[in-house]
């Protein structure tokens, strides 16, 4: 009995996870004072954007086997490499707006840096991705902070303060992003060659590499996009703390790590979907405000999502029939 | 092979140690305070938190798994044994006890990885958090400050060695018997290189994947405990990226990721005492403090770098010998 | 295979229980947030508990949150004090930049707020601010042990612990120690500036270093008292913890009067220590914010003159001192 | 009557690899077990070493039931077993790998510790019986593969087996160290340990057994003494089947040189390998496991680096390979091991089959897939590859059967258009009516003017479908032959002993 029961809640719909999004959700309307409102709706697309799209990044790094823990530090690195820009070497570019774009090509250059970087040494050198990326993600948070000498640029440009609060064509500009992210990672990864290199990268790179596909450069680009993706995520944090700061998303890691995981991409690569994704990062945030609104401890809720990703972890191999 | 060829191979083989006698001869050359006897020892007792936890995750990576839990570890034993110490349980019953919690959390790593088939490295970051989160929550990110007592055990002396290096000492020996003297150590090693092999020859996989969790575990509250009884206080800090290190020791130690290569002495006490003669003499020679974590990552990086090259070559290496 | 299954369903059931435990209903009256950035130190701890207790005072109902050094997710953290409908906020923040975008948004849902113990920089929205000064109060304390160097006749190497810099407090204490010590260049030399980034384990290792560096130390000075254990323990190690009187003392100075401070002062271990008002600081705090609730005026900011406390003062002004008033754990 | 097995079956599936299997074996003799490749001897193999259990029969070991759940149990009844690919642990010493699981132990202060010292007596004894002379200390990973296998041997004994099954113990060993284990086989017969012997190499089953016994198709054909054998009877009965229109004809045309390979060396693998491919012409590789037949086609396809010798593709010389640029040629390269480097097993049939020509479907900077043109390609292939299948794009390629999936991947290559395609293995584990498809897929290709290369330890499918057949060994063409000279005997006798050239 129970173990029908079981079955058919864990059961092998790839569907499962939206269903218990949605429950959750409606469960969390009624229930706690607060969530339900406006003004919570609105903290919840923009808690959740930055998330999603470091985790869309690590999306495209796990479909092809491999795992980018660097990412804190990229968000960390590209926000001071963005605050500076834009705060002091910047300042004789006229008019704003060129300023700012030159700072954010900046910092979507960094981030591309540090994901060629660890890609070349995971696909030339061969070294393991975990090994490369909690190196680099070391290196790259300590330097980070070596340059700035752990001190935030701030008196950034107005313009680019106020980008979370501005619209266009009635879209917030943070959502804008989000929604061109999302659409570009979701059509490179259904429409195009790359799309279908990747995953049979990450799911056989023997079988891939006879087939003719570049395996290299094939896991080199996913971890080039993964730190731009970083890079993205990092514009909006910036933006929203009106601070480059070197420690900026040190504690995102489990939440990004997570939303993927929860979404049901496999660690072993080859298997994951954009959409599974935002489903894990919309659930991790719900999750996360949820229980902030409970008046739940930061460090509660930390344990409650260590537990929900073990247990995500352990539908995944039920799914792919593990057991 | 040519000669150069070989040469390479034997910097390769032995590229720590090398690198261990550059540290020391560059720092002894800045500052003619680094290699005196008085540094040396602070150098050692410095040490023997990172080298005890490393010992345990030696282990670990021998059977090709990982644990990152360890610091989490450390943190939870720190603020339980801190607990309980202040309100009043005398030192003797605390420290058993939270040796105990850290066999707790290995068993529970070890449950998830052989019993449910997580990776190791979801399960022990999960445990990671949970640890973390569990020892903010019981210290509600309080600092908790330990008694005078703590401290004593710190810094008494046995036999004329100060408290922490007699500890080191016994972890060590007690890792280097088991890993190289008893059935269980050998059978990890067999293990880590081929689990599937391993159980064919009838080791039993379970059994050591279970111990070998434990002793890190284990490794992981000892090491707490040693260095509680320097700090004297608990901070919410404590034991933060701690795993990164130990990693990172044992692996400059010749230690291999993939698993049935390595040994803890002299291999994983070289690589910590690398480490922390590079945060030493760093600090001696007074260079500006924001610059440590970047020459640390950068000298893993390396090391990582050419035990990649060396499981290549030698990969290559074993194909051509098999195959005619 | 059954048992796993089992074990699963279990697992989330015991996830869904433990999430609905925090649970709380919603009081009438005022209600106010409350987000530290750290509890970690006994500073932290009394101020919230001094908050706290003086919300009851006045029957005010307080919502809590901590956010262990994350500026993000405090900013998070305030959005939903404001979702769930709060009066007013107050908050101690991680440094002086990242608040800003807080009591913008603040402002924008025109609530309250006001900043405990960090002054926000300049160009920040409305808020009313409570701090102490940090920058006299530490050249003070420094120049009491500048006294007793000097008192002592022989020259003296000195060593300073400095605080994370991105904390305003950490550089203001910093400057006032450099300006404090200026007057004494005859007599003390500061050797060894040891950056802690508020941790205790950097403090250890840095403070044994330096003393292995330099051996002779006999002056030091800490930008927070809750790194006494770490310097403590180094000290001992290199055989220099005496008491006052004794010939190898160390002139130790510290700063905010927490009840280690206390201890050592009474033992006869710390030479002075500069405290900061707990209880004035936050008392005004909480009646400012309550009289903006209520649609008055108060100022922009508020100050805490603090006071030094020393040998010779320490029992006309331990009754002052909020470490004096709490239990030493 | 020391082992005797008694209308034993086992089924993978739905596919019957064992169809009953009777037989017994005495102390002290020495079983020659032969067959074609997927006749059975290594389930049959794997049965007796506690691998997996059979699906139906009895066996009986001295006159109790014998069925052991693992290989340790099958080891502690007394059943040794010393695979082709050994199973030691080269980064430990010999001694640990002679004692992974029984060491000789001493307590030490109530500690129970490994007793070294009695450890090397043992080891240097077990050692001596194999004739090594070795420090027991050494690691394995420092010796050759002859001493690996001595140890492996040397292991078994460890345990006192009363019956050792050696697969293939002489394919890594040379000459002079094939004599060697010969030898000690001898002598343990004489100890009365009973042995079954698993090779191809029909000259060393002559020399040394006192029984063959030859499996055919799951079935055991035949049972006999040695005496009553000759390499060419033996050949005939692994063989068997008369293979009437199994090999469709095809239209002779074979045109102009595609392909010409010149001393191609790779050191360790290949060496001074000189051949070429006409066009519309099918040439066969025949020659022992590790003759160096794959490997040589790895580094044609650009797999594999090569150290001297040359390529010339279409009359161009070729100084760079890489599996993309060999696409690009029109080189297509189907690979023996159809699971780790044919397929992506958990993606659908649809992805599987468009992965190598991806490249036809796409247009535009970012190489956007014509989803439509992707399927309606990929259809038609699969169609005329005759796959049976469900759904292209929802079913994934491991529910398929071997045959089946083994389909997809050609229909996989054929979609590239190949002018060239290399097989290697083709129809290893696929059943007839698969295989007598893929052979006229073979044809037809040929027939619209391309070539093929194959690789096959089928001699039988080698002589109905090639144009010519080259044998290799030791990584060296030894012999080369026209379709008017293809004899089975005389190609096997030239494979199997090793003979040197007859060019």
């Known amino acids: 009995m129970i173990e029908s029961t079981a079955n058919k809640l864990l059961g092998k719909s790839e569907n499962t996870t939206v269903y218990v999004c949605v429950l959750y959700y409606f469960i969390m309307a009624i229930f706690v004072p607060g969530f339900f409102t406006i003004h919570n709706s609105w903290n919840l697309l923009f808690n959740l954007l930055p998330l999603l799209i470091v985790a869309i990044g690590q999306t495209y790094v796990m479909l092809g086997a491999g795992i980018d823990l660097s990412v804190t530090s990229i968000v960390a690195m590209t926000s001071i490499i963005g605050g500076y820009c834009l705060s002091d070497i910047t300042a004789f570019i006229e008019p704003v707006w060129l300023r700012i774009v030159f700072s954010l090509g900046a910092m979507l250059l960094t981030g591309a840096l540090i994901g060629l970087i660890n890609g070349v040494s995971v696909a030339k050198l061969g070294m393991p991705a975990f090994m490369v990326t909690l190196t680099t993600m070391m290196l790259f948070s300590g330097t980070a902070i070596w340059l700035t000498r752990s001190q935030n640029s701030y008196m950034l440009p107005e313009s680019f303060v106020n980008m979370p609060y501005t619209s266009l064509w009635f879209i917030p500009l943070p959502l804008l992003i989000g929604l061109v992210v999302v659409g570009i990672a979701y059509f490179l990864l259904n429409n195009t060659l790359y799309g279908e290199w990747l995953p049979s990268v990450g799911m056989n790179s023997k079988t891939a590499a006879i087939s003719g596909v570049k395996v290299q450069s094939t896991t080199i680009w996913s971890y080039i996009i993964c730190g731009c993706c970083a890079a993205v995520a990092s514009i909006l944090y910036t933006a929203r703390l009106e601070t480059g700061s070197p420690v900026m998303g040190q504690h995102i890691l489990l939440d990004v790590i997570g939303s993927v995981v929860i979404g049901g991409t496999s660690l072993f690569g080859g298997v994951g979907k954009i959409q599974w994704t935002v489903i894990g990062a919309v659930f991790i945030i719900m999750l996360d405000n949820s229980l902030n609104l409970m008046g739940m401890s930061y460090f509660l809720i930390m344990i409650i999502k260590g537990l929900v990703i073990l247990l995500a972890a352990m539908m995944n191999l039920l799914k792919e029939g593990k057991y | 092979m040519t000669r150069f060829q070989k040469a390479i191979q034997l910097l390769l083989n032995y590229s720590t140690v090398v690198l261990f006698l550059v540290v020391l001869v560059t720092f002894g050359l800045l500052s003619p305070k680094f290699l005196t006897l008085g540094n040396i020892t602070n150098i050692l007792i410095q040490s023997s938190s990172l080298t005890i936890l490393a010992i345990g995750m030696t282990f670990v990576l021998l059977t090709a798994g990982i644990d990152l839990s360890v610091g989490s570890i450390m943190f939870v034993v720190g603020v339980i044994s801190g607990k309980l110490v202040v309100i009043g349980l005398p030192i003797w019953w605390a420290i058993p006890l939270v040796l105990v919690i850290g066999l707790l959390f290995g068993l529970v790593n070890a449950f998830f990885i052989f019993k449910l088939k997580i990776v190791p490295f979801i399960v022990t970051l999960a445990t990671f958090y949970v640890g973390r989160g569990l020892g903010l929550y019981i210290s509600e990110t309080r600092a908790i400050n330990l008694p005078e007592s703590f401290l004593q055990i710190g810094s008494s002396k046995l036999l004329g060695l100060p408290m922490p290096i007699v500890i080191l000492l016994l972890v060590l020996i007690i890792g280097h018997f088991v890993l190289s003297s008893t059935q269980f150590g050998r059978q990890v090693y067999a293990v880590g290189n081929d689990m599937a092999k391993a159980r064919k020859a009838g080791v039993p996989v379970k059994k050591i994947l279970l111990t070998v969790y434990l002793i890190c575990g284990l490794c992981a509250a000892i090491s707490s405990l040693v260095a509680l009884a320097q700090l004297g206080a608990v901070s919410p800090t404590f034991g933060y990226q701690n795993e990164f290190m130990a990693i990172a020791a044992a692996v400059l130690g010749g230690t291999s990721l993939f698993g049935g290569k390595g040994n803890i002495l002299p291999g994983t006490l070289i690589g910590a005492l690398l480490i922390q003669s590079i945060q030493n003499g760093l600090v001696i020679i007074n260079v500006n403090p924001y610059i440590y974590p970047v020459i640390t990552g950068t000298v893993i990086f390396l090391i990582v770098m050419i035990d990649s090259l060396r499981h290549k070559s030698v990969q290559k290496a074993l194909r051509t010998k098999t195959t005619i | ?329 | 009557m020391l082992l005797q097995l008694k209308n034993i079956k086992k089924s993978f599936g739905k596919v019957e690899v064992l169809k009953g299997i009777t037989f017994s074996l005495d102390e002290g003799m020495i079983l020659g077990l032969i067959g074609e490749n997927g006749a059975g001897k290594s389930t049959m193999m794997n049965l007796l070493g506690g691998i997996f259990p059979p699906t139906a029969g009895e066996m009986f070991l001295n006159g109790e039931t014998y069925l052991p759940n693992s290989p340790i149990a099958a080891q502690s009844k007394g059943v040794a077993f010393i695979h082709q690919e050994l199973n030691l642990f080269p980064n430990l010493s010999i001694a640990e790998n002679l004692f992974i699981n029984q060491f000789p132990k001493k307590r030490f202060f109530g500690v129970s510790r490994i007793d070294k010292k009695t450890i090397n007596v043992k080891a240097k004894e077990l050692l001596g019986q194999v004739g090594l002379t070795m420090d027991p200390n050494k690691k394995v990973e420092e010796l050759s593969p002859a001493p690996r296998q001595l140890v492996e041997i040397a292991k078994a004994l460890g345990a006192n087996p009363k019956i050792i099954i050696f697969d293939e113990p002489t394919t890594s060993l040379s000459h002079h160290e094939a004599k060697k284990l010969f030898e000690l086989i001898k002598k343990l017969k004489a100890q009365g340990i009973a042995m079954i012997y698993i090779s191809h190499n029909l000259d060393d089953v002559l020399k040394l057994v006192d029984s063959v016994a030859i499996l055919r198709d799951g079935e055991l054909v035949r049972m006999d003494e040695k005496k009553s054998f000759d390499i060419q009877t033996m050949v005939k009965e692994m063989v068997g089947r008369e293979m009437l229109e199994f090999f469709p004809g095809r239209m002779k045309k074979i045109g102009k040189k595609v392909l010409e390979v010149e001393n191609l060396t790779a050191k360790g693998f290949i060496k001074d390998v000189t051949f070429h491919i006409k066009k519309q012409e099918v040439v066969g590789f025949y020659g022992l496991v590790g003759a160096g037949r794959s490997e040589m086609v790895r580094v044609l396809y650009g797999l594999d680096r090569f150290d001297s010798g040359s390529i010339v593709w279409k009359g161009e010389l070729i100084d760079k390979t890489n599996p993309v640029l060999s696409i690009q040629r029109g080189i297509a390269f189907l690979t023996e091991d159809r699971i780790e480097e044919g397929l992506l097993t958990r993606m659908n049939i649809q992805k599987n089959a468009q992965l190598a020509a991806l490249g036809h479907f796409t247009k535009g900077l970012l190489h956007r897939i014509n989803r439509f043109e992707a399927k309606e390609k990929v259809k038609e292939k699969v169609y005329a590859t005759k796959t049976k299948y469900e759904n292209l794009t929802e079913q994934l390629v491991s529910t398929l059967s071997g045959g089946n999936q083994q389909k997809i991947v050609l229909a996989k290559w054929l979609l590239t258009d190949p002018e060239l395609l290399i097989l290697d293995e083709p129809t290893k584990g696929i059943d007839i009516g698969a295989k007598r498809e893929i052979y006229g897929l073979i044809n037809n290709l040929v027939e619209n003017g391309s070539s093929v290369l194959m690789i096959s330890s089928e001699l039988e499918e080698l002589m109905g479908l090639c144009d010519r057949i080259i044998v290799m060994s030791k990584g060296k063409i030894t012999a080369s032959f026209d379709k008017s000279q293809f004899e089975r005997n005389t190609i096997l006798e030239v494979a199997l002993h090793k003979q040197t050239a007859i060019l």
Not at chain 3, 7 to 36: D, E, H, W, Y
Not at chain 3, 153 to 164: F, P, S, V, W
């Open chain 3, 1 to 329: 295979m059954k048992m796993k299954k089992i074990f699963l369903m279990v697992l989330s059931f015991i996830c869904l229980l433990s999430a609905n435990t925090g649970c709380r209903p919603k009081k009438k009256g005022v209600t106010i947030g409350i987000s530290f950035e750290t509890l970690q130190t006994e500073y932290w701890v009394a101020s919230m508990a001094a908050i706290k207790s003086e919300c009851e005072r006045n029957g005010i109902n307080y919502i809590v949150a901590v956010s262990n050094g994350d500026a993000n997710r405090q900013f998070e953290q305030v959005n939903n004090f404001i979702s769930q409908g709060v009066d007013g906020i107050v908050i101690t923040p991680k440094d002086a930049h990242t608040i800003v975008p807080i009591i913008k948004a603040a402002n924008r849902a025109s609530i309250p707020i006001g900043i405990y113990n960090r002054l926000p920089a300049d160009h920040a929205g409305e808020h009313v601010a409570v701090v102490a000064d940090n920058y006299e109060i530490t050249k003070s304390t420094v120049r009491y042990m500048g006294e007793l160097a000097r008192a002592s006749g022989r020259k003296h190497k000195a060593m300073i612990l400095i605080g994370d810099l991105g904390d305003i407090n950490a550089i203001y204490r910093r400057d006032g120690f450099n300006d404090g010590i200026k007057e004494f260049e005859d007599v003390v030399e500061v050797v060894s500036r040891i950056p802690t980034e508020w941790n205790q384990e950097k403090a250890l290792a840095g403070v044994t270093n330096a003393l292995q560096a330099n051996p002779d130390i006999s002056f030091i000075f800490t930008s927070s008292d809750f790194l006494f254990p770490s310097i403590i323990s180094a000290l001992k190690n290199a055989d220099k913890y005496h008491p006052i009187g004794h010939e190898n003392h160390v002139i130790f100075g510290g700063f905010d009067g927490d009840p280690m401070a206390y201890s050592l002062l009474k033992e006869q271990y710390l030479d002075a220590d500069g405290v900061q008002d707990v209880f004035y600081e936050c008392n005004s705090l909480v009646q400012a914010i309550l009289s903006l609730i209520e649609g008055g005026k108060v100022g922009r900011k508020i100050v805490d003159p603090g006071f030094v406390i020393h040998q010779k003062n320490l029992n006309e002004k331990a009754t002052d001192m909020w470490g004096a008033n709490l239990q030493t754990p």
